[in-house]
């Protein structure tokens, strides 16, 4: 009785007509049995609107939630260790798309997967933009982003580089696809030019080694006069990676040649691009550690440190051997890492 009583009142609207208050009245008349019956009614009709809803709208939500594109990150110059986070992704469920810079270094050209290999390791998207045209490449992903729309939809949830001369290519497209990124590009060069790194590095305060550039070869003498500088110096080109382009000097002569190698103009730099400059730095002797980071939301975590062992007088590493980074021998170079990654 109390279930039908609600009905009916729910039924009523203030203001409502004589006809339909009178309706609602009669109601109350009806007999005991009669209003079982009308309660039966109601509740097999309220049932059947559930068991409806249920089963039409549950694959109309379904079918809406299919229609989502699926994530995917992008990765650019899967080089070293693409197969490992091609995997990862893949094991939750994100989409990859692999950008393939050109052009590729010679020296990379034995370690670069073709097209055929990194579909065949699930790769959904494979593309190839010409002479590092960051326009171009951005237009050909937001072809297939979430605000395309259609079957090719994808939502692209980052940007990772996987060489060293991919770096500042990936902040400028993560910035041209809207994607969130904690790099700053005001210090998009500074990530891959060793002299604006440093000045970067001496601008937050922090210590770094005394270097100059040089526009030629004249330039040695000058600037190692200038910067007070002692034998052994290092020479190097400014876009290297690693080791690559390199030199240990221990004498004039050899700082020279070292300079007129990497300023040669018909010689292909490490990135792949013709050097137009070299630095000359002051060489600092001790134990060299490398320390990787990531970086999250602004908070800085360092996932492992690596002592480097090299040939005598050369920049060529011999061997590493990996460190805990929460040892406390550790802490300064840790937490200088840190300063640097931030600055």
């Known amino acids: 009785m109390g279930h039908v009583e609600t009905v009916v009142l729910l039924g009523r609207r203030k203001g409502s007509t004589n006809n339909s208050s009178g309706s609602a009245e009669m109601y109350q008349y009806l007999s005991t049995q009669q209003q079982r019956q009308h309660h039966i009614v109601l509740v097999s009709i309220f049932s059947w609107v559930r068991i409806f809803l249920f089963t039409a709208l549950i694959p109309v939500a379904m079918s809406l939630s299919s229609l989502q594109p699926p994530k995917a990150v992008v990765l650019l110059d899967p080089i070293t260790d693409w197969r490992q986070v091609v995997e990862a992704a893949l094991h939750h469920g994100v989409a990859i798309v692999a950008i393939q810079l050109s052009p590729i270094p010679d020296k990379m050209k034995a370690f670069t997967p073709t097209r055929e290999i990194l579909m065949e390791a699930g790769v959904t998207l494979v593309h190839f933009p010409q002479d590092r045209d960051v326009y171009q490449c951005a237009q050909f992903l937001q072809s297939h982003h979430e605000i395309s729309g259609g079957s ?16 500042e290519f990936s902040d400028l497209l993560s910035a041209l696809l809207g994607i969130s990124h904690f790099n700053p590009l005001p210090l998009v060069t500074s990530r891959r030019d060793k002299g604006l ?105 360092v996932t492992d440190v690596w002592k480097y062992s090299k040939a005598p007088d050369t920049a060529r590493y011999v061997s590493a051997e990996i460190c805990d980074p929460h040892h406390d021998s550790l802490s300064a170079v840790v937490e200088y890492a840190k300063h640097v990654a931030m600055a």
Not at 286 to 293: L, M, P, Q, S
């Open 197 to 301: 790194m440093k000045d970067a590095v001496q601008n937050a305060g922090l210590r770094i080694a005394k270097y100059a550039r040089l526009n030629a070869v004249s330039d040695v003498p000058i600037q190692i006069e200038i910067l007070s500088l002692d034998f052994p110096v290092v020479i190097k080109t400014p876009q290297g990676f690693s080791t690559t382009d390199v030199f240990i000097c221990q004498t004039l002569e050899e700082a020279t040649t070292a300079t007129a190698t990497i300023l040669n103009r018909d010689r292909e730099g490490p990135d792949g691009r013709s050097t137009r400059q070299a630095l000359v730095e002051e060489y600092i002797g001790g134990v060299e550690f490398a320390v990787n980071i990531m970086a999250c939301q602004g908070i800085v975590h």
């Open 152 to 167: 090719n939809a994808l939502c692209i949830q980052g940007v990772i580089p996987l060489s060293e001369t991919a770096v």
